[in-house]
């Protein structure tokens, strides 16, 4: 083969795997994944794939140089994305758990397996995919959008420590001591994503336990895969009737500010921001029950053909292929007008319910594992959204903990992380708001 020919196919593959990238990419473009680096990227992508096809018709020194310069970008892009991986995956673990032997069985295999001991477990299913099932399957009278768990069950959530962890879930589907509603007072209540629900680290070592320590009378009605919105909803549909003292407001940088956007999509969720408004979820509690269980007998029931080392395998690539690490570091856009004016009617309406049982509401800022180690300098975006959102709690008066100043006075603060929060992280999480607790106790004396 000459070489004007080889060059001329080496273009033709070129234009086909640049454009084959922009057309996998693409569709995945919107609000929630709109960066500023993303958004250049596909716009190289598709000025070299259209270069490489152009370049057919161009003359050999030409034709050349463009697939040189493709080769090239190809490789930085995805030799950037593989280091960023290998970085993750090699970061030394907080805690080893199991003796340093890894279980890896699949989430269905562990359910199954505890089921077949005898003990009543099911998987940590998130409550959007809970609603969309319900919706679809089994309505309930008001179509409810559910906001806690599955109740009273051991609950299988996830393993980043080489032991699977489980939790016991309390009358309202949240990770509690069980007699915890029974109390005739509570003085803190905890609210947040699934860092605050404490994935992957025991129960007894997540942060509502370390306030425990503390205050016993606290409870955590952390969730899994939630935004601002579903917090708003969550506050408004338990914790009037509790009347906690302190309610702590954890922000996660992590993924909050993308869960919000989603949560806006939904017209159910949206009425939270109306005064007064909620779904009237506990003379439904029952119901609810029954549908979530029907939800995890059809999961259990859905065979799992592939093992957890293929997907595992299969879930990498497609990350890799997306460029899920590198995308993560590129700067983002900033918060919509549409969000600043939502984000700020929730804190104004989670203040004024909690207020109007005498209680306080404090903000607590979480920031992301990306903002420490060594690539933290490329997270550009964490900045951004921590003065966006800290601005509107200052606005509606809230008190404020800052996490992010307090961690990266820490020795390798991105020890406090696994993914998830590790324990070291819970612990500096609790002992934090602890230290809040002990403030306003202090400033209500004084007064």
Request: charged residues 20%.
């Amino acid at each position: 083969m000459s070489g004007i020919r080889l060059s001329r196919v080496c273009a033709a593959i070129g234009a086909l795997l640049y454009f084959g990238l922009l057309a996998y990419w693409a569709p995945k473009l919107s609000y929630d994944t709109a960066t500023a680096g993303f958004v250049a990227l596909l716009v190289i992508v598709a000025a070299i794939g259209a270069g490489c096809l152009v370049s057919i018709a161009m003359s050999h020194r030409w034709r050349v140089g463009i697939v040189l310069v493709a080769v090239w970008l190809g490789v930085l892009v995805y030799s950037a994305e593989a280091i960023l991986v290998v970085t993750f995956l090699t970061r030394p673990m907080p805690d080893q758990a199991n003796d340093g032997i890894w279980d890896d069985r699949s989430l269905h295999k562990v359910v199954g397996d505890l089921r077949a001991s005898g003990t009543l477990a099911v998987p940590d299913i998130s409550s959007g995919q809970l609603s969309a099932y319900a919706s679809s399957h089994r309505p309930t009278p008001k179509n409810m959008w559910f906001l806690g768990g599955i109740a009273l069950h051991t609950t299988v959530l996830c393993n980043e420590y080489g032991a699977w962890v489980v939790h016991e879930t309390d009358q309202h589907g949240f990770t509690n001591p069980r007699d915890i509603w029974l109390a005739e007072e509570i003085d803190v209540a905890i609210l947040g994503d699934s860092q605050m629900k404490g994935y992957c680290v025991p129960a007894a070592r997540g942060t509502a336990a370390v306030v425990r320590g503390e205050v016993p009378a606290t409870i955590s009605l952390g969730n899994g895969s939630i935004g601002p919105l579903r917090m708003l909803a969550i506050l408004k549909e338990f914790l009037p009737a509790l009347h906690p003292k302190h309610v702590f407001w954890v922000y996660y940088e992590g993924n909050d500010h993308t869960n919000l956007t989603a949560e806006l999509d939904s017209p159910l969720l949206r009425q939270y921001l109306q005064s007064g408004f909620t779904q009237g979820i506990e003379p439904e509690k029952e119901l609810i029950d029954d549908v979530l269980l029907d939800y995890v007998d059809e999961w259990l029931n859905t065979p799992r053909a592939e093992s957890p080392t293929r997907a595992n395998i299969i879930y990498r690539l497609t990350n890799l292929i997306h460029l899920a690490r590198l995308r993560r570091y590129l700067d983002v856009l900033p918060p919509e007008p549409f969000e600043t004016v939502a984000m700020s009617r929730i804190l104004e309406e989670a203040r004024s319910v909690v207020v109007a049982w005498g209680g306080t509401l404090t903000f607590v800022y979480l920031p992301a594992v990306s903002r420490y180690g060594p690539w933290a300098g490329l997270a550009g975006n964490n900045a951004r959204i921590q003065a966006w959102v800290t601005a509107i709690a200052e606005e509606k008066g809230l008190p404020i903990v800052d996490l992010h100043a307090r961690f990266e006075q820490m020795e390798r603060p991105e020890r406090l992380y696994n993914g998830h929060l590790s324990t070291a992280g819970h612990r500096a999480v609790g002992e934090a708001i602890i230290e809040a607790i002990r403030e306003r106790n202090r400033e209500a004396t004084s007064h």
